[in-house]
T-cell receptor
């Protein structure tokens, strides 16, 4: 199993450009989520999904869109990139969600995004 | 604002010593989890403790939870250079809906040979 795969690993955008960060998992996990990691801030939850067709907002959803058309994929869209979105983005999945026992998050290796 | 805050922010020890990291949080929780992050990589789950548990062990890891003080600690015994990483606590709060795991800012641990 590849686990959680994120692409691309690195991306540079100009202010106002749009892009999609890809996330795929092959573990048949129902739950998927996106976090951003900034220095000194830890990880902050952007959006999450408890199953195909269901998404919900996390702590910092503004400026980001998500959809979940399949169990395997959970793309994160930046519609109009801003310098404040410069960060490292992590996708994570779990079998039933982190509120369930024995359902820890499995993380991808991240996408480092710079917006100039 | 973040739910969990780790203390200290950074810790430097020698191999063989024990490392203790603390986490405080603000609201009632379903469970608390600890994760490790090696430089440039994603986080890896270490251990989960439920709100009705007080202590859990996993190999060289020992986690305690004090819900009355809203705090947890992670103890790594007999540390090794390979334990060098950042460690994060994450809480699953009662309020705001389920399945929203909230992370603290982390403790950077350096273990010197």
């Amino acid at each position: 199993n590849a686990g959680v795969t994120q692409t691309p690993k690195f991306q540079v955008l100009k202010t106002g450009q749009s892009m999609t960060l890809q996330c795929a998992q092959d573990m048949n996990h129902e739950y998927m989520s996106w976090y951003r990691q900034d220095p000194g801030m830890g990880l902050r939850l952007i959006h999450y999904s408890v199953g195909a067709g269901i998404t919900d907002q996390g702590e910092v959803p503004n400026g980001y869109n998500v959809s979940r058309s399949t169990t395997e994929d959970f793309p994160l869209r930046l519609l109009s990139a801003a310098p404040s979105q410069t960060s490292v983005y992590f996708c994570a999945s779990s079998l039933q969600g982190p509120s369930s026992y024995n359902s820890p998050l499995h993380f991808g290796n991240g996408t480092r995004l710079t917006v100039t | 604002s973040q739910q969990g805050e780790e203390d200290p922010q950074a810790l430097s020890i020698q191999e063989g010593e024990n490392a203790t990291m603390n986490c405080s949080y603000k609201t009632s929780i379903n469970n608390l989890q600890w994760y490790r992050q090696n430089s440039g990589r994603g986080l890896v789950h270490l251990i989960l403790i439920r709100s009705n548990e007080r202590e859990k062990h996993s190999g060289r890891l020992r986690v305690t939870l004090d819900t009355s003080k809203k705090s947890s600690s992670l103890l790594i015994t007999a540390s090794r250079a390979a334990d060098t990483a950042s460690y994060f606590c994450a809480t699953d709060p009662f309020s705001g809906g389920y399945n929203k795991l909230i992370f603290g800012a982390g403790t950077r641990l350096a273990v010197h040979p």
